[in-house]
């Protein structure tokens, strides 16, 4: 395959797609305002939309199903895959309407009873928004709070261990598989932590990476709590800070390619959840020791069925090219229909 560029490092699904749809004689039009809405005109006449990583091949109910975390955690564990421990919890709102109440109160009650630390996050929000690790009564209570001021569900889940891997399957086929860390940084005896993260902030800018790490975040002002720093804290050379528990890459998580090194088993593993899932397009996310290795233990915590490789992209001109294979294979499926 020829080299493949993208010089102002625009990783998102249009960029891409701008590349790729004139190759196959097809026409784009995308909105102009913000450019992650777009309409493909094929040359069959065959018409299809996108918004951002979303496009049609999956059907509607099996993709709702996958936005939903608690559904999709009751019908993975009916067919016998590992899932996580959890329960859903409702806003007053949604509980005055409910025959079976379970408050905020009693998710507390919950956590206490599965042992912290646990997870609490929204239960339909995606790219890790709100997903919190929880140590105490008094983080629980001050992310579920924010939590059900923005949805009515939200999901309390046993904390698991293990490391954090994607594995993206289209049609049966494994385009990716990567491993994701939370952001860190690491002391220098001389800046403080708010400027130590900004300088992860350029980087990732100047990678082309587009990723929101946001100085406010809650989640943030807690880890600091924890480890009684604050933004203006001189970490010492060598010592790490954690700023966020969860991995996800939009919110800055680290990545490293495990495609060419995922065993068949975890290949197998993950292309069968996808059609159990009744999918086509999916994101399965692994808690594992090593997706390198043979199937021995895992966790499955999410799938996804809008998964896209925008940052995975921004590793180097291999992942670059497997992103470009993985859009041009989308464009074909669609237009076979």
């Known amino acids: 395959m020829a080299r493949i560029t993208m010089d102002d490092k625009k990783y998102s699904v249009t960029e ?20 992650n809405v777009g309409f493909i005109i094929f040359k069959n006449g065959k018409k299809e939309y996108y918004k951002n990583t979303s496009f049609s091949l999956n059907s509607f109910a099996s993709a709702e199903i ?40 009693d998710g507390f009650e919950y956590a206490k009873s599965i042992g912290f630390p646990v997870i609490i996050k929204p239960n339909n929000f995606s790219k890790g928004r709100l997903v919190t690790k929880i140590f105490n009564e008094e983080e629980y209570y001050e992310t579920a709070e924010k939590i059900f001021s923005i949805t009515d569900v939200m999901l309390v889940e046993r904390f698991c261990h293990g490391n954090d891997f994607r594995v993206l399957v289209l049609d049966e086929e494994i385009f990716a598989a990567y491993q994701r860390e939370p952001l860190r940084i690491i002391g220098n005896s001389v800046s403080r932590i708010k400027e130590l993260i900004v300088e992860k ?30 933004m203006d804290t001189i970490l010492d050379r060598g010592i790490v ?12 998580g680290m990545i490293y390619d495990f495609t060419s090194k995922i065993h068949h088993e975890f290949k197998k593993l993950a292309i069968n959840i996808t059609k159990d899932m009744k999918l086509r397009l999916c ?29 995975y992209a921004s590793l180097g001109a291999e992942q670059l090219a497997i992103a470009h294979s993985f859009y041009f294979r989308i464009l074909e499926l669609l237009e076979r229909g």
């Open 201 to 230: 902030k350029n980087d990732f800018i100047k990678a082309g990476r587009k990723v929101d790490i946001d100085f406010d975040d809650y989640r943030l002002t807690q880890n600091l709590k924890r480890n009684n720093y604050t």
């Open 283 to 311: 994101g399965v996310d692994f808690l594992t020791d090593d997706v390198s290795k043979p199937v021995s233990d895992y966790t499955l915590i999410e799938i996804n069925a809008s998964p896209g490789l925008n940052n």
């Open 66 to 105: 996958a936005k939903d975390k608690n559904y999709t955690n009751f019908f993975l564990k009916r067919i016998g895959y590992k899932v996580p421990e959890g329960q859903t919890f409702f806003s007053d709102k949604l509980n005055s309407r409910l025959k079976i109440e379970r408050t905020i109160y």
């Open 241 to 252: 800070f954690q700023i966020l528990d969860n991995a996800n890459l939009s919110a800055g």
């Open 16 to 35: 891409f797609l701008k590349i790729l749809v004139p190759k196959i004689n097809a026409t784009l039009i995308v909105e102009p305002e913000f450019e």
